[in-house]
């Protein structure tokens, strides 16, 4: 039986060059998973047991969570280029489609972060809500942070406890009485917990 007597290196090589013409839009999972993982630090933020020594893994990851995505980025580009060099149109597409649904689908990430916060930190949530004498039979709201600049639409948002049937009875959205422009949206997360939304343009 003929034993090779070629490099390893060569032979994984030659694989990597006669990889097969395929679609694979895996590599979008990165940037997304990065871009949840960032959000949600900053979201987590807003709790005030987070201090410290958090503020500064907080700040890590504003700097490094950028950075990964943009070695994603000159990886991918890198990867087209290749692909494209190579007439391996399938793998060029999926390049150029994760290129393309990268940055709206790391921003929806980004923004969702905060549901990924609300979900470990249910517990905190309740217990929260249950300190007060009342015992949780009054509404409760924890700001959750706002979006926007001078002279653009601001979104402001709360997560809010309400054991009433006041929030859940809100439509979806509707208009503040005093300012007609400003919109409210209600949505339901779980048990007697709401986000409100206030958009205002």
Request: a positive charge; proline letters at 9%.
């Amino acid at each position: 039986m003929p034993v090779s007597t070629s490099p390893r290196w060569l032979s994984l090589m030659a694989d990597t060059v006669t990889s097969p013409d395929r679609w694979n839009l895996r590599p979008i999972i990165a940037p997304i998973a990065i871009a949840i993982f960032v959000g949600a630090v900053f979201s987590l933020l807003q709790l005030p047991y987070f201090e410290g020594a958090w503020i500064w893994f907080a700040l890590a990851c504003a700097v490094l969570g950028p950075l990964a995505l943009l070695a994603w980025l000159v990886k991918r580009l890198a990867r087209l280029i290749n692909a494209v060099a190579r007439r391996t149109w399938r793998r060029a597409a999926s390049q150029l489609i994760s290129l393309a649904i990268a940055p709206p689908l790391v921003a929806i990430a980004l923004w969702h972060g905060t549901y990924v916060h609300f979900a470990f930190s249910y517990p905190y949530y309740l217990w929260q809500v249950m300190q007060p004498p009342d015992a949780g039979t009054k509404p409760t709201s924890f700001y959750w942070s706002g979006a926007g600049f001078v002279g653009t639409p601001q979104t402001d948002r709360w997560l809010v406890y309400d054991p009433t049937e006041e929030t859940a009875a809100r439509p979806n959205l509707s208009r503040d009485e005093e300012d007609p422009t400003v919109v409210y949206e209600v949505q339901h997360l779980i048990g007697r917990f709401y986000l409100v939304q206030r958009h205002q343009p």
